[in-house]
């Protein structure tokens, strides 16, 4: 069973469009994590959720939001989607303490024309 | 704020030479230090981490890396790399999240 997935894997749409992205993990972990990876390849936290509270909000338009339906499920929607948010978006879940690592799950490519 | 630096943005080695991915970085405070590895078109990959005890980790696919706090270093390193090594490692700090360098691009050339 894959750890962390993701869905969908591809999402190509236009601008001011409304889209949603879906996370799930089957690890049991308490704290699940979006990031945004643009051109290139650097990596930047937008939110993380932990026991379905915000617990970080980085500096993302609020035309981002998450949306955590339950512990194993984090998913980002994205509202009057723009040029610029076309990036790949990474889901990554973490364990409480000791260990720290992240899981991540295989990203969702968004390309908005 | 806790923060790690990559100083090289690709590394090129020859198959069976050992290879070494930089890391420095600034913290206040005792470091939690992570490599990971993205392959093309997947997510991050966990590689090792350091948290406390021996300075030297050994983590997945044969790396290693080295915890030098005089140097605020934590270089990634392997004996005999592989063609398969090929792909991009991301140092990163555990504060109350993980902050990530700008990766370095591995290239291992037959």
């Known amino acids: 069973d894959t750890a962390v997935s993701q869905t969908p894997k591809y999402l190509v749409t236009q601008m001011g469009n409304d889209k949603s992205i879906k996370c799930e993990q089957n690890?049991?972990?308490?704290?699940m994590y979006w990031y945004k990876q643009d051109s290139k390849k650097f990596l930047k936290i937008m939110f993380s959720y932990n026991n379905k509270e915000l617990i970080i909000n980085e500096t993302v338009p609020n035309r981002f939001s998450p949306k955590s339906p339950d512990k194993a499920h984090l998913n980002l929607h994205i509202n009057s989607l723009e040029l610029g948010d076309s990036a790949v978006y990474f889901c990554a879940t973490t364990s409480s303490v000791p260990t720290y690592e992240q899981y991540f799950g295989p990203g969702t490519r968004l390309t908005v024309t | 704020a806790q923060s790690v630096a990559q100083p090289e943005d690709q590394v090129n080695v020859a198959e069976g030479n050992p290879l070494t991915v930089k890391c420095t970085y600034s913290v206040s405070g005792n470091p939690y230090l992570f490599w990971y590895v993205q392959y093309p078109n997947r997510g991050l990959q966990f590689l090792l981490k350091?948290?406390?005890?021996?300075?030297l980790v050994k983590g997945s696919y044969g790396f290693e890396a080295e915890f030098n706090k005089s140097q605020t270093s934590f270089h990634l390193k392997k004996p005999s790399a592989l063609v398969s090594d090929s792909a991009l490692y991301f140092c990163a700090v555990r504060d109350h999240d993980m902050r990530f360098g700008a990766g370095t691009r591995l290239t291992v050339k037959p």
């Open positions: 690890l049991g972990h308490d704290t």
């Open positions: 350091y948290i406390t005890g021996d300075n």
